[in-house]
């Protein structure tokens, strides 16, 4: 029963974040720094696996790289439905 908590609250947030950006009150977007601070581990790994993409990379080799919330938080659903699945 936990599991379908756990994916009911993602899919709100889900919901949630694209409602936000739909009515313009948000960018949606956010920083590999904060994403990593937000998500840790779960999305450094998809970084680097190349299962998120950045939407925007800024100038030079070091540039800031931008990343859509709503692509983070389904990507998020995804997995954690996929792992309850498995379970």
Do not use: C, H
Request: aromatic share 6%; proline share 1%.
């Amino acid at each position: 029963m936990d599991y379908l908590s756990t994916l009911i609250e993602t899919a709100t947030e889900i919901g949630s974040a694209k409602a936000l950006e739909t009515l313009g009150l948000t960018s949606g977007e956010i920083s590999q720094n904060k994403a990593l601070q937000l998500y840790g581990s779960w999305f450094a790994q998809a970084d680097k696996t190349g299962r998120i993409r950045p939407i925007r990379i800024g100038e030079g080799r070091n540039g800031k790289r931008v990343y859509r919330v709503v692509d983070i938080l389904s990507l998020r659903a995804k997995d954690a439905a996929q792992a309850m699945l498995k379970f």
